[in-house]
């Protein structure tokens, strides 16, 4: 059974930093590609980050290129989002997501599995 779960959300003023994690299990991780998304109320998921199954390429939502930087530890089975400079935007529910294709995508649907979650909320 595959299982992505989501660590390090939070309350944060603006201009400060977290790190969320997800730890996967049940899935051969280094074979996939790994996705962050977000969704905020009354909005739909929308793409962060992703990296491919080395780490060798990495994407990211205009929004978030500079702030934000999307990580792996393969031998930890573990992704990484490591968010700076945090704005009031970017307050919603974090998701991972693994890709069997491996290569890195921004679509919600071709990813496989999802993690359940974690809210980050940045006060102004």
């Known amino acids: 059974q595959v299982q992505l779960v989501e660590s390090g959300g939070g309350l944060v003023q603006a201009g400060g930093s977290l790190r969320l994690s997800c730890a996967a299990s049940?899935?051969?991780?280094?074979?996939?590609?790994m996705g962050w998304f977000r969704q905020a109320p009354g909005q739909e998921r929308e793409f962060v980050a992703a990296?491919?199954?080395?780490?060798?390429?990495?994407y990211y939502a205009d929004s978030v290129k500079g702030r934000f930087t999307i990580s792996r530890d393969n031998a930890k089975n573990t992704v990484y989002l490591q968010m700076n400079s945090l704005k009031p935007e970017d307050t919603a529910v974090y998701y991972c997501?693994?890709?069997?294709?491996?290569?890195?995508?921004?679509?919600?649907?071709?990813?496989?599995?999802w993690g359940q979650g974690t809210q980050v909320t940045v006060s102004s």
């Open positions: 997501a693994a890709d069997r294709r491996a290569y890195g995508s921004r679509l919600t649907y071709e990813y496989d599995y």
């Open positions: 049940g899935l051969t991780f280094s074979m996939y590609a």
């Open positions: 990296i491919n199954w080395s780490g060798s390429s990495t």
